[in-house]
């Protein structure tokens, strides 16, 4: 099983749209950047560090953008992809993230002063080519309005849109570690007469990740004008 997880996060920071900055710049950022550094604060820390920056606007944000620095600053991890639509029909642009959280001064103007390190795709995908995925949950988490949210749910779908080698990936991720893949298990189902699909599993995988392949599975079709009773 991958350790690679899938974020949204939109380029958006203050309503402006920085696609093209963060890939000058080779990262990618969120607003709120007069909150100052939030460096090495915990999800506590960074409540009450907003409820003190939020006390003289709106206190029902403070679920939402607590939300988003959880995520920015504390779940996204390096090796971790970050889908970034623009707007809620737009293209799709993928980066890599490639460093821990950090505060660049250089960017409050901009505000986008919160960032981390990002390899950006030169594969932008357009929005068609999710829609031919016939994935309407996947479809519709793109569309989240927030400025960010955990993708992890679609990490099967996604990693076969972004062509990801799972299997290579955790290698590189668990290479010095003394964790070890799990051997793989290999099955094959009798999909028609003589067609049979060979598909491995990783040995210890649980009844929650089985549910997942199944969904991931019943969203494939390469024969549009078949139609199922």
């Not at 820390?45 to 953008?65: D, G, H, M, P």
Request: include cysteine; charge should be positive; proline fraction near 4%.
């Amino acid at each position: 099983m991958s350790n690679i997880h899938y974020y949204l996060v939109r380029p958006y920071p203050n309503g402006v749209n920085r696609i093209k900055d963060f890939k000058e710049r080779g990262c990618i950022g969120i607003g709120w950047s007069d909150l100052k550094d939030v460096s090495g604060m915990g999800e506590q820390e960074l409540r009450a560090a907003l409820e003190k920056y939020l006390s003289a606007s709106n206190k029902k944000k403070l679920r939402s953008t607590l939300g988003t620095f959880k995520i920015f600053c504390l779940d996204l991890k390096v090796g971790d992809y970050v889908i970034a639509p623009e707007n809620k029909m737009g293209d799709i642009h993928i980066a890599r993230i490639t460093s821990g959280y950090y505060y660049d001064e250089d960017a409050v103007g901009l505000d986008f002063a919160h960032q981390r390190k990002a390899e950006w795709s030169d594969v932008i995908i357009p929005r068609s080519k999710i829609a031919e995925m016939n994935n309407k949950r996947l479809f519709g988490a793109l569309k989240f309005p927030g400025t960010a949210a955990n993708l992890q749910e679609y990490h099967s779908e996604l990693a076969a849109l972004l062509e990801i080698n799972t299997a290579k990936e955790t290698n590189c991720r668990n290479e010095g570690s003394a964790t070890k893949i799990s051997q793989l298990v290999k099955a094959s189902y009798p999909l028609r007469l003589n067609v049979y699909c060979d598909v491995s599993f990783p040995a210890d995988m649980t009844p929650e990740e089985a549910r997942r392949f199944a969904t991931f599975i019943s969203t494939l079709s390469f024969n549009p004008s078949c139609k199922s009773d």
